[in-house]
C-alpha cells in the first residue's frame, strides 16, 4: 500500500512538473513547445516502452477486441483537446492559479463521472453522500481560487512596475479552465475503461507493472494527434517554426526533452500506484494523485515570483482556495475508500 501511493505521489508531482517548461521558454511561443514536447511525449516514448514490456504487443490488441482500443483511443482524443487548453490556461494565470482551478475541476470531473456511468448504486451510499459533499467543497475551493485570479490580474494590471508575469484575458483563461478541467479527465477513463486490454497484456506475460503500458499507447497516439496536429498547424500559421533552430536554444530542447518524459510518465508512475491498489484504485488514488499536482504547482508557482506586487489580501485568498481543495481531496478519498469497502 505504501508503495503504490509512493508511486501515485510522484506521478502527481511529474504531472505539475512538465508544464513548467511553458513557463520557461520565452523566446519559444506556446506551439514550439507543446508541438515539441508533445512529440517526444506521445510518441517517442509510450510506444518504446509499451513495445518492451508489453510481449507480443500487436496480438495483445487484437485479444482485447476493438471497442477497449477504440474506447482508449477515443479517451485519448478528448484528452488531447483538454490538453490544448490546459497549456493556454498555465501560460495565462500561471502554475500556482492555473493547476488549483484545473485540478479541481478534474477532479469533479475525472473520478465521480466514471464511477456514476459503471457503477450508479454506489452514490446512494455512504459514500456517495461524502462525494456530493466533496465535490460542493470543491467547487467552492474552485471559486475561491478564480476570485484571486482576479484580484490578482486588477492588483498587477494598477502596478505597471511589477515584474511578475500579468495575466491577460482572465474570463477568457476561466473559459479555457473549464474546457481543459472536463475533457482532461479523459485521462483517468482509460485505466477504468481500457482494462480489459490491461487484462490482454497480462496474459500474454506482461508484469502487473507493465501490462497498462498496452493501455496507455493508443491513447497517447490519440492525444498527439491533437495537441501535435495543432501545435504544427500554429507553427506553419504563424510562421514560428524557425524559432526552434534559432541559434542559444539547446537549452529550450533539453526543456521540451524533460517536458516529453515527464508528461508520460506521470501516468505511467499512476498507472503502477493504482495497479497495486485492487479494483477500484483508480477512484482512490485519483484524488491523491492530483493532491500532490496542485501542491507541487503551488510549490513552483511560489518560488518562481508569481504572486509578487499582490496585496496580503489576494494572497490570503488563493491560501484559502487551496486550503479548501485540499479538504475536498480528503473528503473525496473518504468518499472513494467507502466505495471500495461497500
Not at 124 to 151: P, Q, R, T, Y
Not at 213 to 234: E, K, R, S
Not at 244 to 251: F, P
Request: charged residues 10%; aromatic residues 14%.
Amino acid at each position: 500500500m505504501i508503495t503504490a501511493f509512493a508511486y501515485v505521489l510522484l506521478g502527481g508531482v511529474l504531472a505539475a512538473l512538465f508544464l513548467v517548461p511553458t513557463t520557461t521558454t520565452p523566446r519559444w511561443q506556446w506551439e514550439n513547445i507543446w508541438g515539441l514536447g508533445s512529440l517526444i511525449a506521445l510518441i517517442v516514448v509510450p510506444w518504446p516502452l509499451a513495445w518492451a514490456t508489453v510481449p507480443n504487443l500487436a496480438e495483445v490488441y487484437h485479444n482485447a477486441g476493438f471497442w477497449p482500443v477504440a474506447l482508449a483511443f477515443c479517451f485519448g482524443l478528448g484528452w488531447g483537446l483538454g490538453g490544448i487548453f490546459w497549456g493556454q490556461a498555465i501560460v495565462m494565470l500561471g502554475m500556482g492559479l492555473g493547476m488549483s482551478i484545473l485540478v479541481g475541476l478534474v477532479n469533479i470531473f475525472g473520478s465521480p463521472v466514471p464511477l456514476a456511468i459503471k457503477e450508479p448504486s454506489k452514490f446512494f451510499s455512504f459514500g456517495g453522500m461524502l462525494l456530493l459533499a466533496a465535490m460542493a467543497i470543491m467547487m467552492l475551493g474552485v471559486a475561491v481560487c478564480a476570485v484571486a485570479g482576479k484580484s490578482r490580474e486588477l492588483e498587477l494590471t494598477r502596478n505597471p512596475a511589477s515584474q511578475t508575469a500579468k495575466p491577460k484575458y482572465f474570463a477568457r483563461a476561466m473559459i479555457f479552465c473549464l474546457l481543459a478541467g472536463s475533457l482532461s479527465a479523459m485521462n483517468n477513463f482509460g485505466p477504468i475503461f481500457g482494462s480489459p486490454i490491461a487484462d490482454a497484456a497480462e496474459a500474454a506475460g506482461a508484469s502487473d507493472l507493465g501490462k497498462l503500458n498496452a493501455m496507455w499507447a493508443p491513447l497517447f497516439t490519440a492525444n498527439y494527434l491533437v495537441n501535435g496536429g495543432y501545435a504544427i498547424f500554429l507553427m506553419f500559421r504563424r510562421r514560428t517554426w524557425p524559432l526552434l533552430l534559432r541559434g542559444g536554444s539547446w537549452g529550450y530542447w533539453l526543456q521540451a526533452a524533460f517536458m516529453g518524459i515527464a508528461w508520460p510518465m506521470c501516468l505511467v508512475v499512476y498507472g503502477m500506484g493504482i495497479n497495486r491498489l485492487g479494483a477500484y484504485g483508480a477512484y482512490t488514488a485519483y484524488p491523491v494523485f492530483l493532491g500532490a499536482s496542485i501542491m507541487t504547482g503551488n510549490a513552483v508557482g511560489a518560488i518562481r515570483g508569481e504572486w509578487g506586487g499582490t496585496s496580503p489580501k489576494t494572497r490570503v485568498i488563493m491560501l484559502t482556495g487551496f486550503a479548501i481543495l485540499v479538504l475536498s481531496f480528503v473528503v473525496l478519498a473518504l468518499a472513494n475508500q467507502h466505495f471500495g469497502n461497500s
